[in-house]
C-alpha cells in the first residue's frame, strides 16, 4: 500500500459497532485504498473451539485518501465519521502508518492497549519484525515491542521471541530512522 502521495493522506474512520467488515467492503466497493488490520484467534465456546478473524482495532478502519475521496468514504452506511483533531479531520503521519503497517504484516500474538506504552524506543534488527521502531516493555511473560497510532491513543503490543535483535534508538538516531 502505498503511503505517501502529494494531496493523499492516511485518515482513522470511526465505524458502527461490529462493522468494521461491512465498512472495508464498502469503501473498497468506490475504490478507495483502505487498510483494516486484522488478526485470528481461537475462539473458545462452551461446546467448541473456532479460528475468528476480527479487526485489530474496534471500530476503526484506515484510508488514504484525497479530501474529496474522505468526503465520499463519510457517505458510507457503515462509516460514522472521521477522527477529529483541533476541529480539523486528523490526518495521521505517513510514518506511522507505515510503521504500523509493516509491524502487522507478520502473524504474531498481538494485542491492543489503551494508550501510549511508555519506555525504550528500539528498531529492531532481524526477525518478522526487522526495520520496525518500537517500544520495549518487560512483562512477566518476556519482552514485547509495541507501535502506536498516537492519534488514536492505541497501541498495538506483540510478543519478542527470545533471541529477537535490538538497538537502542536515542532521539537524533530515531528522528533519522524514521526520516529514511
Not at 69 to 97: N, S, T, W
Not at 171 to 179: D, F, G, L, R, Y
Request: hydrophobic letters at 40%; a neutral charge.
Amino acid at each position: 500500500m502505498e503511503t505517501s502521495n502529494g494531496n493523499k493522506s492516511w485518515f482513522a474512520l470511526y465505524t458502527k459497532p461490529r462493522q468494521e467488515f461491512k465498512a472495508e467492503l464498502q469503501l473498497k466497493a468506490i475504490e478507495l485504498d483502505v487498510y483494516l488490520p486484522k488478526i485470528t484467534r481461537l475462539k473458545q465456546w462452551s461446546d467448541r473451539k473456532k479460528k475468528v478473524t476480527e479487526p485489530l482495532i474496534n471500530s476503526y478502519i484506515f484510508i488514504y485518501s484525497s479530501e474529496k475521496e474522505r468526503h465520499l468514504a463519510l457517505e458510507q452506511d457503515a462509516v460514522v465519521r472521521c477522527v477529529f483533531y483541533c476541529g480539523k479531520p486528523a490526518k495521521i503521519p505517513d510514518d506511522q502508518m507505515r510503521n504500523f503497517i509493516e509491524f502487522i504484516k507478520e502473524e504474531e500474538d498481538y494485542f491492543v492497549v489503551n494508550g501510549i506504552v511508555k519506555g525504550a524506543k528500539v528498531l529492531i534488527k532481524d526477525g518478522p519484525f526487522a526495520g520496525v521502531t518500537g517500544v520495549v516493555v518487560e512483562e512477566p511473560t518476556g519482552k514485547t515491542v509495541a507501535v502506536s497510532i498516537e492519534l488514536l491513543n492505541r497501541t498495538v503490543v506483540a510478543r519478542l521471541h527470545d533471541n529477537a535483535k535490538l538497538d537502542l534508538l536515542s532521539s537524533k538516531q530515531e528522528a533519522n530512522e524514521i526520516s529514511n
